[in-house]
């Protein structure tokens, strides 16, 4: 079964470039704006990977990360944020977070995780 | 062991040669239980000490050592007592002669010991009365390269010592060396005839022969006796079997609307300022003996910058190889090779497939390094300034590459998505569908391109980031796409990739 990948982000335009991108390589990608569905989603479904924004306007990464590392340990999540020096990156990276992107994203990063031995 | 003769065994001469029976015996055990090494040192001075005690005359006398190696001989001398034999010279003589020692003799010393020992009734230990001759190698005719401290700002030397004209190793030799027109920048060193050695045994030590370097004078470098000099202004260079003259080009003037572009196919000295919207390529080194304030800079393999690299607007700055240079400030930067800085990057996109060294006090303030083989330096940020972001571990040209790719497909994902928008309100058009799978087949083809590179992005998990000062808040350390961020001040640590755990981990240094 194809690995499947959640994106979190406010903005529409890396939801689609990311979705267009990922799923031409073979990755079915399922996007949100909302980080309640978005938090819903990632702890119920069979994500390999979990996309997700750092600034977003009612929740940040950083909290939607604790909330789903809380919820399902192994989920591998990449922040995205425009500032890696943020401390919000910083405490997404203590929650469980394993890597960042640049926005709008990077895409050899995402590629690494999905193409792991050890997913 | 001290014995004194009492007022009863002075009048019983019976109990005195029985007590002397007695210490006789003592220090006849102790010499056979003595260790044999040992046993020679200290048989002397012990008998004698004993046999003084008991007021008994003991001959001078000489124990003789010879080194392992058979190159020094010692002699320690012992005094006669109580009108012993004193020690001759004839007596030293039959143990050396004994013990072979033929060669290095030192007679003068001999006597003067034997002289002292005999008339201040001394002991003298150790006494080196013979040497052997250490053999001197031969060293083959050679040329000594006189180097001219160029990189003397460089992060290596930051003590402002300027070593002009010094000679120096030719293996230590930097990789940028500007001459003049018969500057001297070699000399032959005769050849230095071996000297076959011996040992104070008599034994002869051949002389070993140093190999030749067959180091030979190239292009542009004349003969004037025993020296060779530049035969025109250039950059100097040398590999382990040559060493010769560039021609370069030297711009005295500043570069702008008189000196036009400089494109050059090889080295650059430029010593004045490179005007703004004014580039400069060189096939070769390029060399700045002031500041270079960078406009567009395109080097194909060294740059080298006595001051600082200071960038303008949009300023691109392109080295192939190495880059020396005091500061970099508002620059965009990438060199194939390594990054030495003495004082700081300050405002600044640096990209490096080497490694980036700062200087004794560097630091790193506002700027974007990604530094292949890792990142050394005094200081990232400060408690104020703007923050920094350190990537290494990774190919910056492959990740460049793989972020064209993804900018491409961006732009293509948008116009997808407005073509899908729009057949869904006019499914039948053809002309639509025609583009919608153009693009689709443009984008599945730059994937495809990215996925095979990018096995060849991340290029080494063991490299470290070192801050030998402080690192501040703020600054985020990536190794090998694993980040870390730091959030409170830390000091003298290396930062690196616990590959197991996939996690930065901090070490003290």
């Known amino acids: 079964m194809a690995q499947k990948v959640l994106a979190i982000d ?3 335009m890396i939801l689609t470039t990311v979705k267009v991108i990922l799923e031409d390589m073979g990755y079915p990608v399922t996007t949100t704006s909302d980080f309640v569905e978005g938090e819903r989603e990632a702890i119920n479904g069979d994500y390999s990977l979990i996309l997700c924004d750092l600034r977003m306007p009612e929740k940040n990464g ?3 990360t604790k909330t789903i ?10 922040i995205i944020t425009a500032f890696p020096g943020d401390p919000l990156a910083a405490e997404a990276i203590d929650a469980g977070a394993i890597g960042m992107l640049r926005k709008p994203f990077e895409i050899s990063k995402i590629l690494e995780v999905l193409t792991s031995e050890d997913l | 062991m001290k014995y004194q003769i009492t007022k009863a065994e002075m009048e019983d001469p019976g109990s005195f040669a029985a007590e002397l029976e007695k210490l006789n015996s003592e220090a006849k055990r102790i010499v056979e239980t003595t260790p044999k090494a040992v046993k020679r040192e200290i048989a002397k001075t012990e008998m004698e000490a004993l046999t003084r005690t008991l007021g008994l005359p003991t001959d001078g006398s000489i124990s003789l050592s010879l080194a392992p190696d058979e190159m020094s001989c010692s002699i320690s001398f012992f005094p006669p007592n109580l009108g012993g034999a004193l020690i001759t010279n004839d007596m030293v003589a039959i143990q050396l002669e004994k013990n072979k ?28 009365i013979a040497k052997g001759l250490a053999p001197k190698d031969e060293i083959p005719a050679h040329f000594e390269i006189i180097q001219e401290s160029v990189e003397a700002d460089s992060a290596d030397n930051t003590d402002g010592n300027n070593h002009r004209n010094k000679a120096v190793d030719h293996r230590n030799r930097s990789t940028f060396r500007i001459v003049e027109k018969d500057d001297v920048i070699a000399r032959l060193i005769p050849k230095v005839l071996g000297i076959p050695g011996y040992t104070v ?14 180091l030979k004078p190239g292009k542009n470098v004349h003969q004037i006796g025993s020296e060779y000099a530049a035969s025109c202004t250039g950059s100097m ?4 079997k040559s060493f010769w003259v560039d021609e370069v080009l030297v711009v005295d003037d500043e570069i702008g609307y008189r000196t036009g572009h400089i494109q050059f196919p090889g080295d650059v000295i430029i010593r004045g300022e490179v005007k703004d919207g004014f580039f400069v390529k060189s096939g070769g080194d390029i060399h700045c003996e002031t500041t270079l304030d960078a406009s567009n800079i395109d080097c194909r393999k060294d740059l080298a910058v006595r001051f600082g690299i200071i960038g303008r607007q949009d300023a691109i700055v392109q080295v192939g190889g190495k880059v020396q240079t005091k500061f970099i400030e508002n620059c965009n930067l990438a060199a194939g090779g390594d990054i030495d800085f003495s004082v700081g990057i300050v405002h600044s996109v640096i990209k490096s497939q080497g490694h980036i060294r700062g200087g004794r006090q560097s630091a790193i303030v506002g700027s974007e390094i990604t530094a292949m083989n890792g990142l050394e330096v005094y200081q990232i940020g400060s408690r104020s300034g703007p923050t920094s972001e350190i990537i290494a571990g990774v ?14 497909n961006i732009e293509l994902a948008m116009k997808l998505t407005s073509i899908e928008n729009h057949l869904k309100s006019s499914p039948s058009d053809k002309v639509a569908k025609g583009i919608r799978e153009k693009i689709k087949t443009s984008i599945h083809e730059l994937n495809k391109a990215a996925l095979q590179i990018l096995p060849q992005l991340t290029k080494d998990d063991d490299v470290s980031v070192v801050v030998r000062g402080t690192a501040y808040p703020g600054t985020s350390i990536e190794i090998s796409h694993v980040p870390y961020v730091v959030t409170r001040e830390m000091s003298g640590v290396r930062f690196l990739l616990d590959k197991k755990a996939g996690r930065i981990k901090v070490e003290k240094i």
């Open chain 1, 10 to 12: 406010d903005e529409p």
């Open chain 1, 62 to 64: 950083a909290e939607v």
């Open chain 1, 69 to 78: 590392m809380t919820a399902r340990p192994d989920a591998r999540i990449l």
């Open chain 2, 101 to 128: 020692i033929t060669k290095g003799l030192d007679w003068n010393t001999i006597e003067e010991t034997t002289f002292a020992c005999n008339t201040e009734l001394r002991q003298f230990s150790d006494v080196v």
């Open chain 2, 201 to 214: 045994t008599g034994r002869d030590i051949p002389f070993r022969r140093r190999p030749n370097d067959d």
């Open chain 2, 237 to 240: 260079k040398m590999n382990d």
């Open chain 2, 395 to 408: 190919d910056f040209r492959i990740k460049e590459r793989i972020e064209w790719i993804r900018d491409k």
